[in-house]
C-alpha cells in the first residue's frame, strides 16, 4: 500500500506562485503514472497534470493551466513536484496527488490552495 503526502499548499495572491510536492512511501518506478488532481468547492475532481510512465517522460496539462503549470519527478527521491505560477482565485482548490500502478490508483489526502487578495 503506498502512501502519498501533500504539501506546501497555502493562502497566495494572484499572480503569485506555489510549489507542491508529494513524497511517496516507497519507491516510484518508471511505470508509475504520477499526476496532480484538484477538487474546488461543489466541483468534480479534475485532472491538473500527470506524468506518464516510462523513460520518455511525456506530461500533460488540464488546457486551464496549461503555460503556468509545471509537473516534475525525481524518481531516486520518491517524489513528485507542482509548481504553479500565475495562481489564478480559480487555482483554488484541494489538491490531491496520485499515483497509477497499473489498474491501482492511489491518493494522498489533499494539501489546500487559497487564491485570494
Known amino acids: 500500500q503506498v502512501q502519498l503526502v501533500e504539501s506546501g499548499g497555502g493562502l497566495v495572491q494572484p499572480g503569485g506562485s506555489l510549489r507542491l510536492s508529494c513524497a511517496a512511501s516507497?519507491?516510484?518506478?518508471?511505470?508509475?503514472?504520477m499526476g496532480w488532481y484538484r477538487q474546488a468547492p461543489g466541483k468534480e475532481r479534475e485532472l491538473v497534470a500527470q506524468?506518464?510512465?516510462?523513460?520518455?517522460?511525456?506530461?500533460k496539462y488540464a488546457d486551464s493551466v496549461k503555460g503556468r503549470f509545471t509537473i516534475s519527478r525525481d524518481n531516486t527521491k520518491n517524489m513528485v513536484y507542482l509548481q504553479m505560477n500565475s495562481l489564478k482565485p480559480d487555482d483554488t482548490a484541494v489538491y490531491y496527488c496520485?499515483?497509477?500502478?497499473?489498474?491501482?490508483?492511489?491518493w494522498g489526502k489533499g494539501t489546500l490552495v487559497t487564491v485570494s487578495l
Open positions: 496520485n499515483l497509477r500502478r497499473f489498474t491501482v490508483d492511489y
Open positions: 516507497e519507491r516510484i518506478f518508471s511505470v508509475d503514472v
Open positions: 506524468f506518464g510512465s516510462g523513460g520518455g517522460g511525456t506530461t
